[in-house]
């Protein structure tokens, strides 16, 4: 069973950092394309930033530009996300996904077949 956990969300002040965490288990996926989307209050869920099967092919939202770096290691079949300069509108819900076979970053929800639970974070103005 095919499972992604994520870890390192919470309460952050405006400008302060966090580093998500998402485990991978069930099946590697260093073939696969990786990333996290995010979906705040009333909001639709968004894509935030995703990287190819080699760590490279990096995309971001333009909201996080210059604020969030992506990262993988596939040797622990785990992708993380640093967080920098937040603010409150990155407040939501992050959730980890993974593409069951292509390796290519795309910023659609539907083309990842594997969600973790999401991780709270909320950013204090």
């Known amino acids: 069973q095919v499972q992604l956990v994520e870890s390192g969300g919470g309460l952050v002040q405006a400008g302060g950092s966090l580093r998500l965490s998402c485990a991978a288990s069930?099946?590697?996926?260093?073939?696969?394309?990786m990333g996290w989307f995010r979906q705040a209050p009333t909001k639709e869920r968004e894509f935030v930033s995703g990287?190819?099967?080699?760590?490279?092919?990096?995309a971001y939202a333009d909201s996080v530009k210059g604020r969030f770096t992506i990262s993988r290691d596939n040797a622990k079949n785990t992708v993380y996300l640093q967080m920098n300069s937040l603010r409150p509108e990155d407040t939501a819900v992050y959730y980890c996904?993974?593409?069951?076979?292509?390796?290519?970053?795309?910023?659609?929800?539907?083309?990842?077949?594997?969600w973790g639970q999401g991780t709270q974070v909320t950013v204090s103005s």
């Open positions: 990287l190819n099967w080699s760590g490279g092919g990096i």
């Open positions: 069930g099946r590697t996926f260093s073939s696969n394309a």
């Open positions: 996904v993974a593409k069951k076979w292509g390796a290519s970053v795309t910023r659609f929800a539907h083309e990842y077949e594997y």
